[in-house]
């Protein structure tokens, strides 16, 4: 009750701070819950006499309420940077699918450090290089998809501009767009900051197929962009090519990318088999007896 009394003195336009349980103490108004002030004195500097209409005390956020406010303000960036993020993956990521391919959700025996490397690296060292790129080759299933899209993914959290694409997928869009919508998928392929084009080699060589993937390739070749690239193809094979269309493309790729063997174990037989002994489970129990292959 005391501490009711005293705060009727508080000037009125500080009277809103107040709270069942706050004191006064030195003058200045306390917090009842963390025991600070929730006001300061306010300071005249000037040899002239302070004027009226300045308040002998301002209010302040006392330490609960500093908490408070700061888990608020943490908690309105984490919703800010998370649709930021979401945005980003609705403009660039073609194949939803790419998504789940993480860092987190990777075997432990996956040797991905020189992939966490190249993330650690972005904003020093490979952001802005033109000659940043990878060349991911292997063969089928051994994870080169997934080292690539773990390193877009890590990067499209840190709200960088990163499009992953399957190559095929890419050419696609492009035979059944119009102009318009033509030209706003080359502006992405070339502004994004980073490219990452999956199973590159892999489609069926025709005069259109080879001219769009030079258009693609050499838009980042200009704009000097990095780009990630995961083929079946191995460097020689690529250096090698003798199609004049083809050439120039794998020309760009070899001078603008690092090639990296990935020689992990066939991910998709893996799963395969895991896939397997749960139907084989759910199918027949216990029972040694073979049933299929």
Known sequence: MEAVKQAVTIPAQERDSYKEGDYIKDDLLHCGKCNTPKEIFSTWESAE???AFIPDTFPVMCKCRREQYDKEQEAEKRREHLMRVDMLKQRYVTDKQYLNMTFDVADNDSDLDWAQNYVKAWDDEIKNDENAGLLLYGDTGTGKTFAACCIGNALLEQEESVMIANIADLLDRISGYGDSKKEELLEKIQSCELLIIDDFGATRETGFANEQ???????????????IITTNLTPNQIAQEQDIDLKRTYQRVIERCRAVAVNGNNRRLDIAKQSKAKMDNILFGNKNTCQGE
């Not at 993937?213 to 780009?227: C, F, G, L, Q, T």
């Open 213 to 227: 993937i030079y258009k693609i390739i050499d838009s980042r070749y200009r704009a000097k962009r990095p780009m």
């Open 49 to 51: 006499p302070k004027p």
